[in-house]
């Protein structure tokens, strides 16, 4: 088999980001038919009477399982098939029919974490210890696979899965059963969904895998953030060095591939893995993706309605709150019965010195650790070198195609943050086409850094880059040098949310409030926690901010505790219980 570099997964980020908004374009040709709640334990009962249902409808049974891809009868009852808007109306009237609902395509959302949070293996009375590390514990990851060759999922020392687990390691492209082992217990994908709404999905192009093999990251990186091994020195070119390790180091990993690096994940594959989840017995299932606002109602929201019957029967799920902060009503994955989890920043800074030729210094941050750096370059203000027939706002910022390439070759391009072009990436990128020698972005003040680490790029906030301009403005042949970015940590103020996050309330149930706990939930006392003994607290870091090939942990703290997430059914929107009904 051929062998891959444990960075390949990271190469397709970029490729991915770029597509997701073609996502929503897709008009559906496949809707979901919501059956409630089973009421039989034979599953091959209830896959028949979904056929019989089809039948009816389609003519024949020949045609009914042509257009089925999906019989869901672990967990509740329906499925999903492949419809006219005609024919799927013609269902939603059928006897015992809840409801039926237009497949949608869902966006992804994705060293120093868990020490910042005081989570440490050696406090004896700390949340790790009495939580057993998450032993006796299967997480069940709904994302876009995993890279099972990473060291974060070794099975040192990991005891044999428990009698009660039924999954299975579902074999594919690059991916067989030698790849599970005793972390990763179980491994399934889904893809019929997907192929139904954008045509059928080729792996001979390198850029995806058929099978449970994660060509992204994403579900690789939440995978190990949840459960993964200790890794000593890991680093990202020399920045962020330290322990990697999950939160629940010693739980068991079942994933559910439902994301594909081609973009986005099919609301009828990610209910089927949910249905398999709760047949092959997870204790938590997690999950970072969703679609932003308007938010469909949550008896159209299949993550919604897969949640419901899992909670039902003990199984905490975890969702991630979105990446489209810092507006308010942003908030996404509110249903009352999940866990809905935002992002925060932590203690951990890089910084980097932009000395001036007057010995003057401004301090910005950094990824860079590349080669050009300590040598003096002419600097210059966007602005100053706008293209014909560009205004100065737009090469102010550094929009690509408005700077003049000769102006800007071997020059330090000084860029502002605009209403219009908010990104440091594209500066860079703008700069870069124009064989310029680096980049510094002034903005509002932030924790997140947004610069790429390919290019020399140093992001500043407003204050900085006046005085850089005031600099300019003093000196005949103002010139600048950057050092190299370093590691920080303990200097500023955290947690914070981050930028990024998605704000609340609710835009479909603003009454309904959610709590999310900090970390000083780690000194309460184990019993005010109302954990079962057997099970502990899984810590989950949720909304990992991408800034191109590097990906930065900002967590928020989440206790999860098996079988004991109550709700009240008062807290729910009227209606809701009645539609999700456990009848």
Known sequence: MASFPSSWPCVVVIALLCSLFLLGLASSNVYIVYMGERHTDEPNLLEDSHHQILSDILGSKESAKESILYSYKHGFSGFAAVLSQSQAKLIADVPGVVHVVPNRILNLHTTRSWDFLQVKPQIVDGI??????????????????????????????????????????????????????????????????????????????????????????????????????????????????????????????????????????????????????????????????????????????????????????????????????????????????????????????????????????????????????NKFHPIVYGADIAATNIDGTSAGSCDLETLNATLARGKVILCFQSRWQRSAAIASKSVLELKGAGVIFAQFPTKDVSCPWSFPCVQVDFEAGTSLLTYMAASRKPVVKFSFSKTVIGQQLAPEIAYFSSRGPSSLSPSVLKTLLLQELIYWPPGHLLLHPSYSILLKLKHLHLTLNLIRELPWLVPIYPALLHFSKESIPSGALQQLSLH
Request: with cysteine.
């Open 128 to 373: 790790l210890s009495e939580g057993h590390s998450g032993l006796g514990t299967i997480i069940g990851v709904m994302d876009t696979g995993i890279w099972p060759e990473s060291e974060s999922f070794r099975d040192d020392g990991m005891g044999k899965f428990p009698s009660r687990w039924k999954g299975i390691c579902q074999e594919g492209n690059r991916f067989n059963r030698s790849h599970c082992n005793r972390k990763i217990i179980g491994a399934r994908w889904y893809i019929k969904g997907y192929e139904a709404e954008f045509g059928k999905l080729s792996p001979s192009d390198g850029v995806e895998f058929l099978s449970p093999r994660d060509a992204v990251g994403h579900g690789t990186h939440t995978s190990s953030t949840a459960s993964g091994a200790e890794v000593k020195n890991a680093n990202f070119r020399g920045l962020a060095q330290g322990i990697a390790r999950g939160g629940a180091p010693s739980s068991w990993l079942a994933i559910y591939k439902v994301c594909w690096a081609t973009g986005g994940c099919s609301s009828a594959d990610l209910l089927a893995a949910i249905d398999d989840a709760i047949f092959d017995g997870v204790d938590i299932i997690s999950a970072s993706l969703g679609s932003p606002p308007p938010l469909s109602t949550y008896v159209d929201d299949a993550l919604a309605i897969g949640s419901f019957h899992a909670v039902a029967r003990g199984i905490s799920v975890v969702c991630s709150a979105g990446n489209t902060g810092p507006y308010p009503q942003t908030v996404i994955n509110t249903a009352p019965w999940v866990m809905t989890v935002a992002a925060s920043t932590i203690d951990r800074d890089f910084p980097a010195v932009i000395t001036l030729g007057n010995n003057q210094t401004v301090v910005g941050q950094s990824f860079y650790t590349g080669r050009g750096l």
